[in-house]
């Protein structure tokens, strides 16, 4: 899975995970909640400018760490603050729920998100769809200029998991990366290309490319990647996680994770050759897209208890 891994990552154009040097964040805020306190930071991307939360729980020694990808739901005033509790869907709210459990977590609003939209910023949404049209655009610019809006939403989240390997309080052989629906996409393409990345979580986003193209499903914008699926699909990436563990959630309603059946049956052989087939998990669910309550409780105690091997 070496050059398979290398492949794609030269494919998408990303500098080798690991090689960048510790990421410094500057703390805008602070407030004290109930088991935890919620950090507002910022800090740089290859000269962009990263807004996110940073949960730290009471104790802080030697924990495990986890990066949070929020969704898209067409909810683009909606990132880091809907993760962390303080908008939107509460059954999206994992970062303070496990940073009770002692995991730091760091929950970044992705590109175009909540405040990093170049109109405005907070938790309210823009009219005229002002918001898709700059998503939109991110996306074109990138394509037009050779790259690919992955590209961007992956040196974004590799330095996610730089800043957190160069906490001093954080395990670094104990970080995970968590996302539902887009920001499981981000879960699946990052996880394959970084290796520091320990164990993963990816919900209602593992479905094929050519399941989409058959079936008249929506690609994510950050998942346009001109050429990509000449050579690649989304097993590919499964295969490159491997022999790391991976739980992908699934529905059998949910056209977005539609096929993940036939994804994970097809990397299970890069796991079974490395005799890590026990680490590759599939739980599937009745009902659509949404979270439920099942499935949110079901993906904080599989983090939990993967933190803790």
Not at 146 to 172: F, Q
């Amino acid at each position: 899975m070496i050059n398979l891994r290398n492949e794609i990552t030269e494919a998408i154009g990303i500098a080798a995970p690991g090689t960048m040097p510790q990421i410094e964040y500057r703390l805008l805020e602070s407030s004290k909640e109930a088991g935890y306190t919620r950090q507002l930071i910022e800090y740089d991307s290859y000269g962009d400018k990263v807004i996110a939360f940073l949960l730290l729980p009471e104790i802080l020694d030697n924990n495990p760490a986890i990066l949070i990808n929020h969704q898209h739901n067409r909810e683009h005033h909606l990132g880091k603050s809907e993760v962390c509790g303080l908008a939107g869907n509460p059954l999206q709210a994992f970062g303070p729920e496990l940073a009770k459990r002692g995991f730091v977590v760091l929950a970044p609003d992705a590109i175009c998100f909540e405040d990093r939209r170049k109109n405005t910023h907070g938790t309210e949404p823009l009219a005229d769809d002002l918001d898709f049209w700059q998503h939109y655009n991110e996306m074109c610019y990138r394509i037009i200029n050779g790259e690919s809006l992955m590209k961007k939403v992956l040196d974004d989240a590799v330095n996610g998991i730089t800043l957190l390997s160069g906490l001093a309080y954080v395990d670094n052989s104990r970080i995970g990366t968590l996302g539902h629906s887009m920001g499981g996409n981000t879960v699946l393409f990052l996880s394959a290309l970084d290796e520091r990345i320990a164990f993963s979580c990816a919900s209602g986003s593992a479905c094929t490319y050519e399941n989409r193209m058959v079936n008249n499903v929506g690609i994510e914008m950050a998942s346009i990647i001109p050429g990509f699926h000449s050579k690649y699909d989304i097993y590919d990436l499964v295969s490159c996680i491997a022999p790391r563990p991976l739980l992908i959630v699934s529905a059998e309603d949910d056209k977005y994770s539609r096929d993940a059946s036939y994804i994970v049956e097809k990397a299970g052989p890069a796991y079974a050759e490395l005799n890590a087939l026990q680490n590759l998990h599939h739980k599937r669910y009745p009902g659509d897209h949404g979270l439920t309550k099942e499935r949110y409780d079901f993906i904080i105690e599989w983090l939990d208890t993967n933190a803790s091997c």
